[in-house]
């Protein structure tokens, strides 16, 4: 049931349909090439978020630079990234249904798959799916640093499921998962360095518990393109899971950045192409990229070259722009659009055009889009 | 890249795997009956709303109960239900590209196809897109009765536009588009009353200078499930436009009902089951739907049996439930969510489980997904 793409290799730009997710190239490997240099100059290991792109091509160009895997939120989408030529994949996350776990523990037959747990029930059921597979899967054990979401709330509780993950037969206790979800959108830099620095305390007392009852943790694994340049500075982590960074949005680029973390910001490669299809309102002009094209949970999107302007999803199908006087726009003019969110709105899509130079040059399918299992 | 199917026929409801859109076939046939009745007693056309379910199979149910066809709100839409065994297809939008109106053409040379204009260099385009392929489509001029959207203000324009459409080789005017959006969610029976009364003022005066120059309308088409009940007394729209009423979500459940209309109202038919995940927080419990998979446009969705408790979608993949020490949720436990808004919830997803009586009866695809050109 995919959509027709909106677009042909060798297309102008102006020629793509609308609404289009486009992705400039040469930004787009700057950022990936940015993000690869700084984790390699800091000895830590890259495994990018795909729940952002949902793309194994795109996957596969982190890799290429180094990425020793990728994470996954849900098993739909850690199937579709190993169907599509990953073979190292983290699912971030816990599962629960016995059906679900029967997935996990087949796609652990053929590919290196971790996940994470919180709860000793949920390991024992775990375990039990991968032993009637006879598949082996690491687990990292997810610690709460803050985010207040999943994880256990104390090194005590990580201590004792740590035991029992070393108890049972199928699983290989992988280390900790320990990620600041609400850290990354923290607006100044003190209050996300506050954040990971809590964050590293836990993730210290929980491994010093665990290194007293002779429990040694392979990895620590967390981090978000808000937080990295704090997360890429603590021994704390050995592995950081940046999703956004390669196309970024509106949401993190309102994160506030020192001076002396000038230039080590990422940049927009993202975009949503829309066309201006009515204009009879004197102060109002619609677009057709309305609340299907574009999630609406981080704000409007900004429209580029008209910053100061609103772009409002007014309707399923709609959004509207107020103009004054000066600054109109005419019938069947095109728009880019940074939106707020890149991860939902990505997931609106089945298409992902690669544009340089003004040409499209690729057209990835978004083969994870609504993997939600 | 559709993702595999939640459930299958004869499954029990709790085997159904989560997150995943129920609908519950007994409430969603007496919505489609309920309306069927009252449309056809007030001696209307109903012409549903696809863009609603984007399922043929839902457009089909409620053909069978005597709609006359559909309304979409893009031509590729538009094409999925013509594909999908639909004759009769109304496309309540403006549109503006070449490619796009090619498309549109194409369609009109297979199905009945109906399309919006709302402005005069878009209109001669149409009708050049359509000369190419010889084919021939009813348009409607679209107006403006209070949404201040698309459609033309004034009813002097929408003569010119009605003259114009007329001169055009491969154009037949169809009459108006009169869609008064804004009016729908408005919580007060005063409110939307007065919303509809005001647009069919506008109506009558449109037609009115029509009629002055001796052109007839054949259809005044408009009206949703948030007006119907007024919009039905009105002899100004001869065909209505409802969507929502088959599904029913907690945005239009908002709106006030007056003692006479009681009974008249739709029933939540629709909802989003999502399994327990992770209960370590005190106070929090976490379910496996997220941004992802509920649109957060309309707010937050309502949790069955909790009403008193707040489902928020903190990220893609998650939902935070605040519990007190009362009530409290276990691991694996599936709740059933009514959500804010129904439209851009199902465009989340692959496929629609219909049950009744607990039991898995049907798997709707939902054919026009992610449907955006």
Redesign the interface.
Known sequence: ????P?AKEGMSID?I???ALVVDLDIYERNLDKMATMVKNAKKKLRPHA?MHKSPAVALDQIKRGAVGVCC??I?EAEIMVEGGIDDVLIT?????T??LARVAKLAKIAKIGICV??A??TRALNHACAIEDAHVRVLIEI?VGG??????SAE?ALELAKLIKSLSHLHFGGLQAYH?SAQHKRTVQERSDAVSGAAKIIRKTKDILKSSNIDCDIVTGGGTGTFLHDINYSEWDELQCGSYAFMDADYAKNKLNDDQFGTGFEHAFFIRT????????E?V?AD?G???I???SGNPTIVGHEGLTYR??????G?ITVSGKERFT??EKLMLITG?C??TI????WIVGVRNGIVEKIW???A?????
């Open positions: 049931m995919a959509q027709r909106p020629e349909d609308t609404p729940k939120q849900k739909s996350n816990e599962i629960v249904s059906a679900k919180d709860d029930g949920a709460d207040h979401r999943c994880g256990v709330t509780e979800g066309v201006i299809m009515s204009v009879c309102q004197p109002i619609v990229a609340l299907k094209a999630a609406s949970d999803m007014t309707s399923d199908e709609h509207c019938l069947g969110h991860d939902p997931n609106l899509y089945d399918p978004v083969s889009r609504g993997a939600l299992s």
